[in-house]
DNA sequence: CGCCAGGGACGAA
DNA sequence: TTCGTCCATGGC
């Protein structure tokens, strides 16, 4: 069954799932993307100005239209962060991306697992941890895994994530699971801050400093006033913007104006 | 072999 | 507050 969702022209799949910001959707033959969110598995296309969605559930419409923030004028976005000729060029490459609206826990684990490497291995040490701990899920003749939940990772030591080759990372993930278990991470909390003081609050995680903590706030959170800034980025902002501040040039639209920025630099080196 | 990958904790100054 | 150094792992 296939449902259709408005979502307007700027909206393109590769564009969307490859431009770094998610790690479990993968492009199928035709284009289109299959990937999981939310415990469900769906397979994810564009024709025209509709999004495709194929596996849903009626009733989860709303949800996919959210997690695509399909409601958003993002050629509006693009006009409003093409401040130079750069910001024009990045804007027009990454033309079909679309800020996720991503899940906190999810986005927490993922980019303390993202810190120091590069985007397969991230994706292979998810997609591990998830056919391990999450629950099956099935699209098709095929299973698919959740992200598990922190009640599903009660149980795994340091030692244990370790073996699905996060390194370094893994005293990070088992303290944030714990963390979200015993209350000292309030999702709840967290969430009603306003953008600098729920950076602070990230920040004090073992494991999360100030790019993670950015990259939380806009996948995660859907704080689109924050700036994550890694190595290309900063190599970016040095090249382009005399080394100015992300926040200080975009301002409520820095997190779009990254991600055009990312996906372009990482495409030209 | 060395270098780098969507960084951060830690200690020194 | 800012600056080196170290940290596991895998691809190249």
């Known amino acids: 069954m296939e449902h259709k969702i408005k979502i307007g022209k700027d909206f393109l799949p590769e564009h969307t799932f490859d431009c770094g910001q998610c790690f479990r959707w993968n492009k199928e033959a035709d284009g289109s993307f299959t990937g999981i969110a939310f415990s469900r598995a769906v397979n994810i296309g564009c024709d025209g100005e509709w999004a495709l969605i194929k596996g849903a559930e009626e009733q989860d419409l709303k949800l996919w239209s959210d997690y695509l923030d399909a409601e958003r004028d993002y050629g509006a976005i693009k006009e409003k962060v093409s401040v130079n000729d750069v910001m024009k060029e990045a804007s027009r490459f990454g033309y079909g991306i679309r800020i996720l609206r991503q899940e906190f826990f999810e986005s927490l684990m993922s980019f ?10 991230i994706k292979g040490c998810i997609e591990k941890i998830c056919k391990a701990y999450g629950e099956e899920i099935y699209l098709g003749d095929k299973v698919y895994y959740s992200f598990p939940t922190a009640e599903r990772l009660k149980d795994v030591k340091e030692s244990d994530f370790e073996k699905f080759g996060v390194g370094y990372r893994a005293k990070y993930l088992q303290k944030a699971v714990h963390g979200i ?89």
């Open 112 to 121: 303390i697992i993202s810190q120091r490497s590069s985007i397969p291995k």
């Open 181 to 269: 278990l015993d209350g000292t991470i309030n999702e709840e909390e967290i969430k009603s801050q306003p953008t600098n003081l729920a950076r602070e609050s990230l920040k004090k995680i073992y494991g999360v400093g100030d790019k993670v903590a950015d990259c939380i706030l806009l996948f995660g959170m859907a704080r689109f006033d924050s700036f994550p800034v890694d190595v290309w980025i900063s190599r970016a902002m040095a090249e382009y913007f005399d080394g100015k501040d992300g926040y200080e040039l975009f301002g409520e639209n820095s997190g779009f104006a990254q991600q055009y920025l990312f996906y372009w630099k990482r495409s030209i080196g």
